[in-house]
Every structure is written in C-alpha cells, then in structure tokens.
C-alpha cells in the first residue's frame, strides 16, 4: 500500500528550517560557551599553579621577606639594644605583617582558589608587589596604564605588517618568480632575528649615528604640553619600536601569504575561470580572497588578541611601557595577581576571538553551518 | 683651619651671579635600564649623566677613553665568602669542613684577592681582607692594624693547603687520589653562587676552582637572590643544603663608626637568619663586638685597641672572608660636575640638585637618566624610600643639618650652630668647628620636657610623668636656628616653615606606631619602640628663634653627629608641610588611603602617594574637608602653635598649587616637582624660586678630594743612622693643603711583613711631610730589605691614601 505523501508547505517547511537552524546555533553557542569557558578555567587555574611553583614560590617568597626584614632591623642601632627576646617578638611581628600583606598567612590551595574565582571575575584586587606607573596597588589600574601604549605600538605594528604584507602577498602570487618575488623569498630568512635585535640596530642607526630619532620612550622628556606637539612627539617614538616590528617579520610573513595565495592560484576552479576569460582582478576578489577569507580573518584575529601579550625584550630595548614588561616583571616578583590578570584577559579575549570566528566563518565561507552537532559541514 | 672650612660652607661665594638654591633651572629625570645604550645616549649628549652605579670595566675602558665623557667613583659594596659553620657532620653524616675554624681562617690566603681585583671584576675593586671599607672613616682610625693583617693574611695556597690538610685528617678525613674522602664518599662541597653579574660568579668560579685545586669536590650551584636565599639563608644549616655562598653588601651612605658590624657579621645578636643564629664565635670576638656596639669604651685609643683585636679575632674566626671592594663608577658628560657620595653616588646626597652644573653655565637643563623611575608612591611619612625615588625627592627637600658625601659627618645647613654635651667619658670628638662641645658629669632631662605621646587624649606625655623618678641621659644637643629662619624657609607652595612642622613630626612619629591612635599602624610599632629604648626628652627652649634640646642616651663618635635634626626628624622618606600631611591623615583616618604600605594592604586602600596617581582626587577632596572645617591636626596639642588663619591660608596655598601643578608633592628644597609622569617614566624638576640659599653653598663638594701618596728617600739606610724620607700628598698634581690633612702615620716592616715600628710624618708645607727616622729607630731595623708604608689621612675624604717605599738597611 502506498502511503500518503505528506506534502510539506515551502512556508512552513522555511520556518521550520530557521527554528532548527535557530535551535542548533542556540545548542552550539551553549555546549560552544561551555567548552571555553572550562578551557579558560582550567588555563587560568594551570597558569595559577604554575605562578606559584605548586606552592613553592611562598617558601621563596618567605624567605624574602625574612631577609628584608632582618636587615632592616640590623640596620637600627636602638633594636640592637633591645633584649634578645623583644627583638625575636619585633622580627616575628615584621615578618607576620608582610606575610599577612602577601597573604602568605593562608594555605596556597585557599589562595589559588580565590585567584581563580577573582580573576573569572575580572575581579583582579591588588597586586602582591607591583604597582601602576602612578602607584596604584589594583591590578586593574596595573593593567589599565599599561594598555594604551602597548595598543598604540602593536596595534600600529601589527596592522600594519598584517596589511601590507598580505596586500603584497596577493601581488608576488600574480607574480611569481618575478625579480621581486625572488627578493622577497630571498629575505624570507632575516625574519629569524627577533624584532628587539632590528630594535638595537635601528637605534644605533637613526638615533645614535643619524641622531633624528629618540632611543626610547613613549614622548618627549618633558612631555610638549600642547596637543597636537604631544601627538607628534608620541608618534615620532612610534616610527622605531613599530618599524622594529614590522621589519622582523615582514619578509616572512609575505612569503607566508605569498605561498598561501599561490596553492589557492592553483587551484582547478582558478584555472576554470581564467579559462573562462575573468579579469585577474575578478578572479583574485572571487576565486582566491572568498576561500582563503575565514584564515586570513583567523589570522587577524589573533594578531589583534596577540597585541595583549606585548613583546617583553623590545618594550625594553625601547623603554617602552607596555603589557609585556609589566607581566615579565610580574612573573619575577611572583606576583599572581597580575599574572592572572594578564591570563585572564588573554584567555577571555581568545575565547571570544575563537567563538565569534566561529561565527564569522559561517558568515563569509557557506560551505561552513554552525550546529548540527557542532560540526562543521 | 676649621674656620676656613666652616667659613665656604656657611658663607659661600655671594658673587653677583650665582643663582639661588641650583645653578641649573630644570632637571629631567628619565628611564634608560641599559647601561650600554646609556653610555651611547651620553655620548651623543642626549642624556648628561647616568646615575647607576656601573660595575663593568668594558664599559668603563669605553668611559674612559672618550674624552666627552667623565665618571665618578662609587665605593659602597663589597663581596665576600660566607660559610657554613655547623658541624662537623651535617645532620645526615656528611662531614662540613668549614666547621673548622682553622680551615675558614687558611681560606684568606687560599685566595689571592689581588688576582679576584683585577682579573675577576678588571681592575673595578680593591683587595678587601677586613670588614672595614677603605673609604670610611673607621678604616683611617685603624689602618695600622690592618696593615699588619694585611702582611699576616698575604696569599699563600701552600701554607693553605698544609693547613687545610692537617685539619682534615684531624677530621677524618682522606685524600685519595688527590681527592679529600670522608667514611668513603668524596667530600662535595656545595657553593650557592649567585649568577645575576657575571663578577660575582666570576668570583664564585675563583673560589671554587681554589678548592677543587687542593682535593675538594665542589658542587656549584648557580643561582639568581629568589632561587639562592631558601638555600643558603632560610634553609636549616644542619641540613647541609650548602657549604659557601657568595655575599655582596652594600652601604648606602659613607658610615663614621662601623663598630657595630661585628655584632652583625659575627655574632648571632643581631641577624634573625638560620646561619648567623648558627654561629658561634670565639668568645672574646662575641665579647668585643658587643663592647663596640654599645661603644662601651671611655677613649678613642681604648676603642682602637679593641677594634685593632677584634679585627684580629675575625680573621681568625672567619665565618665569612672579605674579597673586595667593588669600586662602581657613574658615568657623565665631561662638562657636568655634581657632588657625588662617595658611597652612593649622587643618588645618595641631599646635595646633588644644588651642586649640579654644566660647566660654567648657569642656568638650562639637565637630564639625568636612572634605571627605574617613580617605583613607589612619594610620601614622607612611610612611602617610598627607593633609592630612585629619594634621588629627585632629595632635590626637593631642605635639611636642618646636610650629610658631607665624602666623610659622612654633618655640617649646618638651615640650622645655624649647636651645643652638645656628653656625659664625662664618653669618647666624642668635635672636628668641624660648628658644635660646642662639652663634657659633664650628669646630665639631667627636665620635667617639662616631653618624653612620649599620648594617642588616646592626644598630648605630650612629659618626663615628670613619664619618669616619675627623674632620669638622666649620656646626651643632650641644643640645637639653634638663626633668627630669620622663620621668614626665609617657605614651602614650595609659599607657605612660611613654621614651629607646627617640626612639631607635627615629632608627634606622627609616635602617634602612628602606638595603638589607641586613630592612625595606628601595626608596621610603625617596632620603630616607636626602638625610638623610646633610648629616647627621653625634648624641649622647645625657644619658639622663634627656634631652639630646641634633644635628651638621648644613644650617641656618636662624633660631636656634629650628635646633633639632633628635627628638620625633618626621619629624612628617609623625604619631607611635607603639616598641612598636607594632615591631608592623608584624614584619608587615612576614613581608610580610603594609607601612610605605609602595609596599612594600605591592611585596610584594602591604595598607598599613599603625593606625586601622583590615584591619591589626588581623594586628597583633594579632603583638602576641601579641612579648608571647610579649618583642620588643625592633633589641635589638642597643635592649636597652641598653629592658628585657624595659618591653617586656612596654608590649605589655600596648597589647593593653588594643586590647581597649578596637579600633584601635591609640596616640599623645601631647592628645586620642586613641576610633574612626574607616570607611564612616561619621566620626572621634571625646577628650581624653586622660594629658596634663599645660594647655589654654591656646597661647593666645596664638587668632587671627592682623594690624596695621592708618593714616596720617596734614601734606597740604603745605615743601621744606628739618621734617615730622611719625603711624602708628598696631592689632588690632581695640586699640593694637598695642610689644613685639610689629618695626619700623615708610617710602618716599617721587615722583608717577613713583621713591624718594626710606626710613627707620625712632620708636615713641613702643602702637599709635603717629612719622616724622619731617627738613629735610634734605624738601630732597631734588621739588615736587609724592609718596607716603609705611609698612610695619609685626609680630613675632607673618610678614608686613607697609601703610598709605600722599599729600602735596604746596611749594617
């Protein structure tokens, strides 16, 4: 017997179909929302253990204090005075209060647990040692000084270099085995000098020698205390730790791109529409930009989260105050705070960024469907 | 002499154009944390001086030998050897070699220091034996017997060695091999050496190679001060965890009287650490360094003597060997000259603002670049006291004594003359003419003197009640301040210098440190303590003109020293009007901010900072608190000295210059914070047009007058003949001028380093001393060589220059 075919109506079968196709982004967000969020939670905790030694930084941490405050106390004749037992009763009290001021006085699992639930927060507190620049002790305030320097030159570097690199990137792959793309593979290797080591080089060329550019800093010294004085000065002390940047990983970043367009180039669908008779310019928008899209938005997308991360040796080759150095000197004062502030917004930034990539694909590749089970499709 | 001196240090130089307080007009203070891209940065003028004292000879060759640069030398850290003394056997058996006495004395002529001198730190430090540094005072006092010592103790890794091993197998010990062996196992020694700068590993290297040469198997672990200290310094001796470790101290300032160190370095009186709580001294050691600690000595000649065998007993001791002073040099551009301390450089002097200069210019801009700026929040009470931080806080703050940076005693700066008296036999000496001094048999603290706080009714407490019964001190000083000081001294906000400020320090002093108060501060306690442990009385004898009597029982070797400056009572934190320090005692009192920074972790509040940051709105709001309210701090027992219209006027001052400059960093010195910048690591400092002293005031301090010593006679002295030998003693070529020298003292040693004799040099004219040996001083040397040593002891540098002679003594 045949059966009935049930005849579904184009509306209804569309509303059905965007109500699943509702459901399934809703499931994925959550269980998508669930998976960062232990992944962050167990980074953060990982980077809090870590920061501690397992405990083992509080034994090296008292110890410090214990010296500080013995030599301190030997330095004043009048304690030396005091009798053996007051003195032992003084040192134990000096001792406590800095323990108490580190919160060295409660067991490191109490502690590590506060850390994290503070830093998912984003309830930083203070810092255990550090300061901000303007001597604020709130990790908070710490971070916050430091943010828009550091944004100022890797955003400027970064963005640069990712821009310019891959414009230039799409050109040699029009281009391949021109003179210049044979330079450009050529150079491919002097990215393996670190940015700092250019850094060094650029000053000794255009400040030491040249004398047209500071050695360091963010202005002036003093400040110009007019605007636009004080925008120029700041961008003149851009042009080296920026151009540092961009340098070091310029030649190795167009190859990279370079060589990536290139596979795209060759692809069957490429030579079909060049067959075809498109334009260059067609093909390259279509046929090689709209599929390589989701890794080039990848790719900028954590160069924008990697600006958080700062790059400690250049910040300091340019006494420049940023994000970097403020975690490297965290890191070797122990200070957990600042460590897991600076954890934490990486690792939430990442998150987001993977989360909303994830998004992005479905938008601009159609071959990608959030959902159905949570795999691509 | 002393009135030549104190004439140029009070009087000065009032030629039409020197300009008052600094001969610059503006400083800037910036960051360089590379000692190589600073020395660039120099060279090519874009900073003038990099004050941070440098430890590496390439970059000093590189300093040296331009011409367009200058340095100033740096002598305050030393390195050493420390052991561990427990023993023989650790607690798991093994056996500790420097529990023997003997093995840690042989150890100072195992290791050539001449060789660690030059070879390890490239000719940056000067063979130390001693704990004395050569540039302090103490060192001139008693170089005789280090003299000696010095001979006693010269390297000899054979004799060394011969001890060494004698020891050992007293011990226990074998060598097997060539290799020293206990119950079977090599001896392994484990050598905590501190790897941040490649010298003092350097020197750890040298150490351990010494051992390794004489049988020993040397375990070196590298390590930075975190990793090293719960090794060596928290860890239990008896655990054996190490063996040596390679110490470096440091002092900050040019110290007069270093008897206390014994007590420090080998005793267990005073350091709380595992190791030094471990020690256990020969007991006349432990017996003189509690005598020089507590200066229970009635002479001068006493205290030498005690000292002379006490540093005798170190040597033997050794619980730590001495190797060398580290002498640092701050480089600068040639044309910029600044008094530098001979200790901690400029950094370390009140004086580097009002001494700094471009060549002959007067006028224009500075810029000094250090390698940390603005660590801690500034303020006076408990804020920073970071050596980069207090260098452009010294700037702006004004002293009623001043620091000498080459000698470490004090000179009148705001206060104009004092009086001291001491209790009869108490070995202090007056040397620079502006403090009488004067010897009594008792000196009684008066009643109405105030002798503590009360924080709970907020008075003074006096001596009648404190000290029912009378009490009396070893030191009184009477401290005078000239007739207009009052008019002169303004705060850089313009408010006159009143009675309130220094009556206002006396009390916080104590007020924060005892509980009742509404500002207690559990990390002020010890201090107060400490203060009242010798502490018993002060007196204001006369309001304006300011005269003051400060009752004590501690005291100094030194007269000037026992001046007591209340001009700030604490200059280690720098120093503030009453009236904004009455600011962040109302923050404090509201917990929104704190003095120090363990209240403010205490209370959850940020640390107080007067030069920037998130302090100022809230001082600023209370600013606004007290001009409503006419606050007058501790009004029960300031209200007598400070009137509502003082008050007013002054927190009007400060709310123009808050309005003004942004910050409230208000000070006295003779430059003020025009502004710090924060996240530019950049400080601007100006001269403060309020000052009255002129710039040259301290001029005498440009540079460190060091003698050099050349001597020269006879290469062959007759035995039973009279001899003539010449020492001449000069600064740059320049005769050194006889008012300015001490003494000129000799040894003759025979070719075995034995002492023939000492005695004095004659001074004949500047620059020139005579010794005259006489027949029957000849008679007593032996044939043979012999060595003349000379030691010329200048007043105007804390140490002594050496020069030294070799002859031949014929029969």
Redesign the interface.
């Known amino acids: 017997m045949v059966k009935p075919v049930e005849v579904v109506q184009p509306e209804t079968a569309s509303k059905k179909g965007r109500f699943d196709a509702l459901f399934r982004i809703l499931r994925y967000t959550f269980s998508r929302g669930i998976v960062l969020a232990l992944t962050v939670t167990v980074g953060v905790y990982l980077a809090i253990l870590i920061a501690n030694g397992g405990g083992h930084v509080d034994?090296?941490q008292?110890?410090?204090i214990?010296?500080q405050?013995?030599l301190m106390?030997?330095g004043?004749?009048?304690?030396?005075?005091?009798p053996?037992e007051?003195?032992?009763e003084?040192?134990e009290?000096?001792v406590r209060?800095?323990m108490?001021?580190l919160d060295l006085d409660k067991p490191f699992y109490v502690r590590s647990h506060r850390y994290l639930l503070n830093g998912l927060t984003l309830n930083f507190g203070?810092a255990t040692h550090l300061?901000?620049?303007?001597?604020?002790?709130?990790v908070r305030?710490i971070l916050g000084?430091?943010l828009?320097?550091t944004l100022l030159l890797f955003a400027t570097g970064q963005l640069l270099l990712f821009f310019s690199s891959v414009i230039l990137a799409l050109f040699l792959s029009r281009r391949y085995g021109s003179v210049i793309d044979k330079i450009v593979v050529a150079l491919a290797p002097t990215s393996a000098a670190p940015s700092w080591f250019y850094g060094i080089f650029l000053?000794?060329i255009f400040?030491?020698v040249l004398?047209w550019l500071?050695?360091?800093?963010?202005?002036d010294?003093?400040?110009p205390t007019g605007l636009w004085a004080n925008i120029l000065s700041r961008l003149k002390h851009l042009i080296l730790p920026a151009s540092a940047l961009v340098i070091s990983s310029f030649f190795i970043t167009v190859y990279y791109w370079r060589t990536f367009f290139l596979i795209y180039s060759s692809e069957d669908y490429v030579d079909m529409a060049k067959a075809k008779g498109l334009s260059s310019s067609v093909i390259e928008r279509r046929y090689v930009l709209r599929p390589t899209l989701p890794t080039i938005i990848t790719s900028f997308a954590l160069t924008l989260i990697s600006m958080w991360t700062g790059a400690i040796i250049l910040e300091?080759?340019f006494?420049w105050?940023g994000i970097g150095r403020i975690t490297y000197d965290a890191i070797?004062l122990?200070d957990t705070p600042v460590i897991v502030g600076t954890v934490v917004i990486y690792a939430y930034l990442l998150a987001i960024t993977v989360f909303l990539l994830d998004i992005i694909y479905a938008l601009v590749d159609p071959r990608v469907k959030l959902g159905a089970g949570g795999n691509r499709q | 002499m002393v009135a030549v001196l104190l004439f140029a240090v009070t009087v000065g130089s009032f030629a039409s154009e020197v300009p008052i307080g600094t001969w610059v007009d503006e400083v800037?203070i910036?960051?360089?944390?590379?000692a190589a891209?600073a020395i660039?940065?120099l060279?090519?003028g874009?900073i003038d001086v990099y004050a941070n004292t440098l430890p590496d000879p390439v970059i000093f060759q590189m300093v040296r030998n331009d011409p367009t640069l200058g340095y100033y030398s740096a002598f305050g850290s030393y390195s050493e050897i420390t052991f561990n003394t427990v023993g023989p056997n650790f607690n798991d058996g093994r056996l500790n070699p420097f529990n023997n006495r003997r093995i840690r004395e042989a150890m100072n002529i195992l290791v050539d220091r001449e060789y660690v001198a030059q070879e390890v730190y490239g000719g940056l430090a000067a063979p130390k034996l001693t704990i004395l540094n050569s540039v302090f005072a103490d060192y001139a006092r008693v170089v005789e017997d280090i003299k000696l010592l010095e001979t006693k103790y010269a390297p000899n890794q054979e004799r060394a060695e011969e001890i060494i091993s004698e020891e050992m197998v007293a011990m226990g010990a074998e060598r097997v091999n060539g290799v020293w062996h206990y119950d079977g196992s090599p001896v392994v020694l484990t050598f905590v050496i501190r790897n941040e700068d490649e010298q003092r590993q350097g020197l750890g290297d040298y150490v351990a190679s010494q051992l390794e040469k004489i049988g020993f198997t040397v375990e070196r672990l590298y390590r930075n001060?975190?990793?090293a200290?719960?090794i060596w310094?928290?860890s239990d001796p008896w655990e054996g965890q190490w063996n040596l470790y390679t110490g470096l101290w440091g002092s900050p300032v040019v110290y007069r009287d270093q008897g206390?160190n014994f007590?420090?370095m080998y005793t267990d009186?005073?350091?709380?650490?595992p190791p030094f709580q471990a020690l256990t001294p020969i007991p006349e050691l432990e017996h003189l360094a509690e005598v020089l600690?507590?200066k229970d000595f009635t002479s001068i000649e006493e205290r030498a003597e005690a000292y002379g065998r006490a540093l005798e007993l170190s040597l033997q001791d050794s619980p730590r060997i001495f190797m060398v002073d580290v002498l640092g040099f701050v480089p600068k551009r040639a044309e910029i000259s600044v008094a530098s301390d001979l200790a901690g450089q400029l950094t370390g002097t009140t004086l580097w603002a009002s001494t700094l200069r471009r060549g002959e210019e007067v006028g224009g801009r500075v810029?000094i670049a250090i390698p940390s700026v603005?660590?801690?929040?500034w303020n006076p009470i408990a804020g920073s006291n970071m050596t980069w931080d207090q260098f452009p806080i010294r700037a702006t703050m004004d002293r009623g004594i001043t620091v000498d940076p080459f000698t470490g005693n004090y000179w009148p700066n705001r206060i104009e003359r004092a009086e001291v008296y001491v209790r009869e036999g108490l070995p202090v000496e007056e040397s620079l003419g502006w403090v009488d001094l004067e010897f009594v048999e008792e000196i009684v603290v008066p009643e109405d003197a105030w002798a503590s706080w009360d924080p709970v009714e907020q008075r003074f407490i006096t001596v009648a009640e404190r000290f029912p019964e009378g009490v009396t001190v070893e030191r009184m000083s009477r401290v005078y301040f000239p007739a207009d000081f009052f008019e002169k001294a303004k705060w850089h906000d313009g408010s006159p210098v009143s009675i309130g400020d220094i009556l206002f320090w006396f009390i916080i002093e104590f007020d924060r440190g005892m509980e009742g108060s509404p500002i207690f501060d559990?990390?002020k306690?010890?201090?107060v303590?400490?203060?009242l442990?010798?502490f018993r009385g002060f007196r204001i004898v006369s309001e304006d003109p300011l005269v003051y009597e400060w009752y004590s029982n501690?005291w100094a070797l030194d007269a000037e020293m026992n001046v007591t400056d209340l001009f700030p009572l604490d200059p280690n934190y720098g120093k503030s009007p009453w009236h904004t320090l009455a600011l962040g005692m109302l923050a404090e009192m509201n917990e929104e901010l704190a003095f120090s920074?363990?209240k403010?972790?205490?209370i959850?509040a940020?640390?107080l900072?007067f030069?920037?940051?998130?302090?100022l709105p809230i001082l600023a709001k209370y600013l606004e608190q007290a001009i409503e309210e006419g606050y007058i701090p501790y009004e029960n027992a300031l209200g007598k000295y400070i009137s509502k219209e003082e008050a007013l006027t002054r927190y009007n001052n400060a709310k123009a210059w808050y309005n003004d400059k942004e910050h409230f960093w208000i000070g006295d010195g003779p430059m003020y914070l025009?502004?710090a910048?924060?996240?530019?690591?950049?400080i601007?400092l100006k001269r403060n047009p309020l000052y009255s002293e002129p710039a040259d005031k301290w001029s005498m301090f440009d540079e460190p007058r060091i003698a050099e010593v050349a001597v020269s006679g006879p290469a062959r002295v007759n035995r039973g003949k009279e001899a003539s030998f010449e020492v001449e003693v000069t600064f740059k070529d320049e005769p050194y001028k006889l008012e300015h020298m001490k003494e000129v003292k000799f040894l003759i040693l025979d070719s075995r380093g034995n002492l023939i004799t000492t005695g004095m040099g004659e001074p004949v004219e500047d620059g020139l001393f005579k010794i005259n040996l006489t027949p029957e001083i000849t008679a007593q040397l032996p044939i043979g060589s012999n060595t003349l040593d000379v030691i010329a002891v200048p007043l105007l540098v804390g140490g002594a220059s050496f020069g030294h002679i070799n002859f031949v003594t014929l029969p």
């Open positions: 034994k090296i008292e110890s410090l214990r010296e405050v013995g106390l030997a004043d004749p009048e304690f030396i005075k005091l053996r007051v003195r032992a003084i040192n009290r000096e209060i800095r108490e001021r203070q300061l901000s620049d303007s001597g604020s002790s709130y305030n000084e430091r828009f320097p000053i000794l400040s030491a004398g500071p050695f360091g800093g963010i202005v010294t003093p400040p300091t080759v006494s105050p070797n122990f | 800037v910036v960051l360089e944390e590379s891209t660039t940065r060279q090519v874009d001060g975190a990793q200290n719960p310094l928290q206390h007590n420090q009186r005073v350091m709380s650490y600690a507590n810029t603005l660590v801690n929040p559990e990390s306690k010890s201090d303590q400490s203060t442990q010798s501690s920074q363990d403010a972790r205490k959850g940020e640390w900072g030069q920037g940051g998130p302090s025009e502004k910048y924060a996240v530019e690591s950049t601007h």
